[in-house]
RNA sequence: GGCGGUGUAGCUCAGCUGGUUAGAGCGAGCGGCUCAUAACCGCUAGGUCGGGGGUUCAAGUCCCUUCACCGCCA
């Protein structure tokens, strides 16, 4: 059996997890888990991207090394995953040394291929996203599309790769392994984008010191992606001397192997062409399968427009336990597609599904046979009733989906068996036989086999749910399953004990919660609106004013711009304002306004300006402000 | 502007290579049951399958066109 190495991307440790990252980490421990139970060889990986300026920067910001921002980062990385059950294997870092030999060999490797070279690089530059755009790309000519945030020139001397080498190897790449990428239409994206054509790719920075030193050319640091991707590589041993185990040949270097690169579309690209290409050049083996997820989006019925709101998962796994929230997030999103986030949904999906379908019909199963047997299950076992058939069905079409990650449907097939359970035990009617002792067996049997479905439906959901699992079994008097043959029908112990148990999935009032939720944002948003609040010594570091006009023109070209100059006693200056619509060059001469004094210079209409003269905006129309009794220049205003 | 995707009951979605009266879950209404977490079971809800045109004995399912939204590219 081949053996199965899947990945998470490596977190960007800029910010705290969320929900996307927690979607696509549970998503990857959903498929060790599963693999594990099917007796494959599983390596599962997750780490952090810990390079960058924007990291350097966001340190210094705070006053600390990169690392031990990065650290901290980490932290909550570590600990959010813990909490929600994740089974990683490793936890790669691309601050640690094995990473940095990792990235030194694959890159010796494609210098060796003759795919590297020194070129000049210039262009506008947006540190948030590490990347240079066209003139074109950006707004207003100068703003990041992504970040907004102003793009900086720069030019610099960089190591390229020959990217434009592999468009053919890789377009025949593509056509030859049909499942490179999935879902198909992403994979449809990809071909065309190599197809357009492909340019070679800067994989350094100069000037970068929060990064790997790129070998063999001083002043170069590697560049985020190439250093970030070659992560898959480098948890396995790649570069080292003489690892310790056999990670590298086990799962990649070797023949029989798997390899799933989980990954959200916003990295597609990275990781369909540069990530192959760069393993081409190196004479790597590639990975099998990329494949991409949608996105997690907020309804925002709310006013704000702009950006979605983050979900924090925190309160979630508070409020309804891990389990619930993975299951939540393989359930109500169609692999490979968008879906939206609501809390309302989460709590109909936890209700129906959990609390009135698993949940509850553990808590009728167990009561009927701890009161029918003595506290135990059933005494008769039994082989031939509608639910084996159907919880045989319910296993090969929650196997089959598994096997395409199509998680919504694994999940459906389960719900359905619990369903049959409930339809089986009302036309049964057991609890119409607890007191009839020539029907002890007949009981017997039906509260077996409803017992047994459950067992069935329960196993199947360990990895998705492995404590909730592992609780519902333990209920039933039943083990977690070792293997997949434990899905077969049969393995319900007879008169085992069964323990009293409380509800496993507590039903949740929705009007309650939501109502709940609803004065918790509220009381959030009384907050932020408090928030804008700013303290004295804030407001006084804007230097106010008082100055009197000497001289005032229209600034050609404009008809709403004038050139001022504005005495403030000890100086002059130039101030524009767009005040000359509602007031003449010459009437102002000799009025006393109000200038900030202390603000940026700006160039208006080519012509600098030193400040800034207050007017009241009505309805837009500025309304200019002035002492109510001559005061000498420079006064302050407070 | 180019390429691709999506548009099916109030909501979330199934509907493979065209073929009986277009389905499921949730929600809603009615009835049943009482073992259970005010649960569970049954029935009902009559949706022009985005619009228009075409191919065919037969189209949600193929072709053309059009609208809306989304993605990638330019």
């Known amino acids: 059996m081949r053996s199965f190495y899947v990945t998470t991307p490596i977190y960007y440790v800029n910010a705290r997890p ?125 703003r990041c599309p992504v970040h907004d945030s102003e793009a900086e020139w720069r030019s610099e001397e960089n190591v390229f790769f020959r990217l434009s080498r592999y468009e053919t190897p890789l377009l025949e790449w593509f056509a030859s392994h049909p499942e490179f990428v999935r879902p198909e239409s992403r994979f449809n994206e990809v071909k065309r984008f190599v197809e357009a054509g492909l340019r070679d790719l800067s994989v350094s920075r100069a000037g970068l010191k929060w990064g790997i030193p790129f070998p063999g050319h001083e002043g170069q640091a590697v560049y985020v992606w190439l250093d970030a991707l070659t992560n898959y590589v480098s948890a396995l041993g790649f570069g080292r001397e003489a690892p310790a185990d056999d990670l590298w040949n086990r799962f990649w270097g070797g023949g029989e192997r798997e390899v799933l690169h989980i990954v959200g579309k916003d990295i597609l690209r990275f990781h369909t062409i540069y990530w192959p290409a760069f393993l081409l050049s190196a004479g790597l083996p590639l990975p099998d399968t990329i494949w991409v997820h949608g996105w997690w989006l907020v309804d925002q019925r709310k006013i704000s427009k702009s950006g979605a709101r983050v979900v924090p998962i925190e309160p979630l796994i508070d409020r309804f336990g891990a389990d619930a929230v993975r299951y939540f997030l393989l359930r109500d999103m169609v692999f490979g597609q968008d879906a939206g986030f609501s809390d309302e949904a989460f709590v109909e999906r936890y209700n129906s599904d959990l609390a009135n379908g698993l949940g509850n019909t553990v808590s009728r199963l167990v009561t009927l046979s701890r009161r029918a047997f003595d506290g135990r299950t059933p005494p008769c076992a039994c082989d031939d009733n509608p639910l084996k058939e159907g919880a045989a069905a319910a296993v090969e079409k929650y196997r089959d989906a598994m096997a395409e990650l199509q998680f919504d449907r694994a999940l459906r097939a ?48 360990s990895p998705v749910m492995p404590t909730a699992s592992s609780a519902v079994l333990a209920a039933i008097g039943a083990e977690p399953p070792a293997g997949w043959a434990d899905l077969a029908w049969g393995g319900l112990a007879v008169e085992r004990p069964l323990p009293e148990s409380e509800a496993l ?122 002492p109510e009794r001559p005061v000498p220049d420079g006064t302050r205003v407070r």
């Open 18 to 142: 969320h929900l996307g990252h927690s979607y696509t980490t549970v998503v990857c421990d959903v498929l060790a888990r599963y693999h594990r139970l099917e007796g494959r060889s599983v390596h599962f990986l997750t780490g952090t991207d810990e390079h960058g300026q924007k990291i350097e920067r966001a340190a210094t910001e705070r006053g600390l090394a990169p690392i031990a921002h990065a650290d901290e980062i980490v932290a909550g990385y570590q600990a959010l995953w813990e909490r929600l059950g994740i089974s990683h294997d490793d936890f790669i870092r691309t601050t640690e040394p094995r990473h940095r030999l990792a990235v030194e060999e694959i890159i010796r490797r494609i210098a060796a291929a003759g795919d590297l070279y020194s070129g000049r690089h210039d262009g506008w530059y947006c540190t948030s996203c590490e990347l240079f755009y066209t003139e074109k790309e950006l707004v207003d000519g100068k």
């Open 414 to 461: 389960v719900s359905e068996l619990v369903g049959q359970v409930n339809q089986y035990l009302v036309e049964r009617e057991p609890w119409k036989l607890i007191r009839q002792e020539e029907q002890r067996e007949t009981l017997s049997r039906i509260l077996w086999n409803g017992l047994e479905a459950v067992r069935v439906a329960a196993c199947a959901l």
């Open 505 to 626: 999935f507590p039903r949740i009032d929705k009007d309650k919660y939501l109502a709940a939720l609803a004065a918790d944002t509220e009381a959030d948003a009384s907050e932020e609106e408090q928030d804008p609040v700013i303290s004295i010594d804030r407001f006084f570091e804007t230097e106010l004013r008082v100055a009197t006009i000497v001289a005032a023109a229209a600034v050609p070209k404009s008809d709403k711009l004038l050139q001022l100059t504005v005495d403030l006693g000890s100086s002059r200056r130039t101030v524009v304002a767009g005040i000359a619509k509602q007031y003449g060059a010459a009437d102002l001469v000799g009025r006393q306004v109000v200038v900030v004094a202390n603000l940026e210079p700006a160039k208006l209409m080519g012509i600098e300006s030193q400040g800034m003269v207050l007017a009241a905006s009505d309805d837009g129309e500025p309304v200019l402000l002035h």
